[in-house]
């Protein structure tokens, strides 16, 4: 009987070790195939597979050293394999990239200074007259950040993936339900998040839950658009800046070592995955070579009407294109003061012939439109967006004089 439930026990324990570490060990896609049905099964029994790894390798290695059960190289391996397995993602994920959806610290332009450079690119989100600029390198690793306090009365975050070179801001609500979310896996380069409300998996590119499918109701996406830094200090003398300082020594030497460890990692895979046009994990569904894989694009959807422009062609066009997505006329435009790409909604019946970063144009206050994904990667935004056009043309108002 003792030697039954040994074996039962530990093939189960090692099973689910090894589903969890090859489904939610994120940098373990580099070398393992994960398939997305897999990957959201692992996600919505994440503490099944847990808790069968750590609870059935745990009762195997009782029923051998209590009743001699099994062998002991075998006991010995497989639980330290199934410790590793288990432990390696759940640290990785929870503790590496802890998230900061209600703790983010936001600093002055002028403190930022000395971690910013002028020319470096930050992710803007604003309301009410409050502005935030998130760096790229300091927004990757918690890849969520926001305050209790919210932003200008609302409730927004960023979200950001590494993967996707994309920060997009949401409100993480559905239905009137406020959203835990954490920081689970990516699959496509682009980053999944989960409600810990629910247990359901949510894309960041949709901002739906997993079981409402990619055109259900989903959270608020909020305006969100890119500049340089110095760019941002100029527009925003007041606004506020999202730095991920690491504890000092003195203050917490366990993580500050691990928190430069991580750091390495992403190092490690960030740089080439940016730099180079190979992805680092290879879970595409889709591909399309209109362009290069790791240009840059400012893609949005207006209903199921999805398209996608380079700063390079809004430039050929005088910085301004009047376009018609969705049944909705939209202003695409390049303010090169601010060096900044921004897509608005245009309802004043008219065509607009200038307008700045901020939306005000020859046809007054623009509103931006929130579902820009920008600066992101073309291949990542074809892959969730395959029928997208690109570069759209064509005005399709009457210019009133």
Same mark, same amino acid.
């Given at each position: 009987?003792?030697e039954?439930?040994?074996?039962v026990?530990l093939a189960a324990?090692t099973?689910?070790?090894?589903?969890?570490f090859? @489904?939610l060990?994120?940098v373990?896609q580099?070398?393992?195939?994960?398939?997305r049905?897999n990957?959201l099964?692992a996600?919505?029994?994440?503490?099944? *597979?847990v +808790?069968?790894?750590?609870?059935?390798? %745990?009762?195997?290695?009782? *029923? $051998?050293?209590?009743?001699? +059960?099994?062998?002991?190289?075998?006991?010995?391996t497989?639980?330290? &394999?199934?410790?590793?397995?288990?432990g390696?993602p759940?640290?990785? *994920? !929870?503790?590496?990239?802890?998230?900061q959806q209600n703790s983010?610290t =936001?600093?002055?332009?002028e403190?930022?200074k000395?971690?910013?450079?002028?020319?470096?690119s930050?992710?803007? /989100?604003?309301?009410?007259?409050?502005?935030?600029? !998130?760096?790229?390198?300091h927004i990757?690793?918690?890849?969520l +950040?926001?305050s209790?306090?919210?932003l200008?009365?609302?409730?927004v /975050?960023?979200t950001?993936?590494a993967?996707?070179h994309? %920060?997009?801001?949401?409100k993480p609500?559905?239905?009137g339900?406020?959203?835990?979310?954490e920081?689970i896996?990516?699959h496509g380069?682009n980053?999944?998040?989960?409600d810990l409300?629910? #247990?359901?998996?949510?894309?960041?590119?949709y901002g739906?839950?997993?079981?409402? #499918?990619?055109?259900?109701?989903?959270?608020?996406e909020w305006?969100t658009f890119?500049?340089p830094?110095?760019a941002? +200090?100029?527009a925003?003398p007041?606004?506020?800046?999202?730095?991920?300082? /690491?504890?000092?020594f003195?203050?917490?030497p366990?993580m500050f070592f691990?928190?430069? &460890?991580v750091?390495?990692?992403?190092?490690? %895979?960030?740089?080439?995955? @940016?730099?180079?046009q190979?992805l680092?994990?290879?879970?595409?569904?889709?591909e399309d070579?209109?362009? $290069?894989?790791k240009e840059?694009?400012w893609?949005f959807?207006?209903g199921?009407?999805?398209v996608? =422009?380079t700063? @390079?062609?809004i430039?050929e066009?005088?910085?301004? /294109?009047?376009v018609?997505?969705?049944?909705r006329?939209?202003?695409?435009?390049y303010?090169?003061?601010f060096?900044?790409? %921004?897509?608005?909604y245009n309802d004043s019946?008219s065509?607009v012939?200038s307008?700045d970063?901020r #939306?005000e144009?020859?046809?007054g206050?623009?509103a931006r439109v929130?579902?820009?994904?920008?600066g992101?990667?073309?291949?990542v935004?074809?892959?969730f967006f395959p029928?997208?056009?690109?570069?759209?043309?064509?005005a399709?108002?009457e210019?009133?004089a």
């Amino acid at each position: 009987m003792f030697e039954l439930t040994y074996w039962v026990a530990l093939a189960a324990a090692t099973y689910a070790s090894f589903v969890y570490f090859r @489904d939610l060990g994120d940098v373990t896609q580099a070398v393992l195939d994960v398939s997305r049905e897999n990957m959201l099964k692992a996600i919505r029994n994440e503490n099944k *597979l847990v +808790a069968t790894g750590l609870l059935g390798t %745990g009762l195997a290695v009782v *029923l $051998h050293y209590a009743f001699g +059960a099994g062998f002991g190289w075998v006991t010995v391996t497989l639980a330290i &394999a199934n410790a590793f397995m288990v432990g390696f993602p759940w640290i990785w *994920l !929870h503790v590496g990239l802890r998230n900061q959806q209600n703790s983010a610290t =936001y600093y002055s332009v002028e403190e930022a200074k000395d971690f910013v450079r002028g020319d470096e690119s930050v992710i803007v /989100i604003e309301n009410n007259g409050e502005a935030r600029a !998130h760096p790229d390198y300091h927004i990757k690793r918690p890849h969520l +950040a926001g305050s209790p306090e919210g932003l200008g009365g609302e409730n927004v /975050i960023l979200t950001y993936c590494a993967m996707t070179h994309l %920060g997009h801001g949401y409100k993480p609500e559905i239905k009137g339900d406020k959203l835990d979310l954490e920081v689970i896996a990516q699959h496509g380069n682009n980053l999944i998040m989960k409600d810990l409300n629910t #247990g359901e998996p949510i894309q960041q590119m949709y901002g739906t839950r997993e079981c409402d #499918g990619r055109h259900g109701e989903g959270m608020q996406e909020w305006p969100t658009f890119r500049m340089p830094f110095k760019a941002f +200090a100029k527009a925003y003398p007041e606004g506020k800046v999202f730095l991920n300082k /690491i504890p000092k020594f003195s203050k917490n030497p366990i993580m500050f070592f691990f928190d430069h &460890a991580v750091e390495l990692v992403f190092l490690w %895979g960030v740089l080439p995955h @940016d730099r180079t046009q190979s992805l680092l994990f290879n879970t595409m569904d889709h591909e399309d070579d209109r362009l $290069h894989s790791k240009e840059y694009v400012w893609g949005f959807n207006v209903g199921k009407d999805s398209v996608a =422009y380079t700063q @390079d062609a809004i430039r050929e066009h005088n910085d301004l /294109i009047n376009v018609q997505v969705g049944g909705r006329a939209i202003v695409v435009a390049y303010d090169p003061e601010f060096d900044s790409v %921004g897509v608005f909604y245009n309802d004043s019946g008219s065509l607009v012939t200038s307008v700045d970063f901020r #939306g005000e144009s020859d046809r007054g206050k623009l509103a931006r439109v929130e579902t820009v994904k920008a600066g992101s990667y073309w291949c990542v935004w074809v892959n969730f967006f395959p029928e997208t056009d690109l570069n759209r043309l064509g005005a399709v108002l009457e210019a009133v004089a």
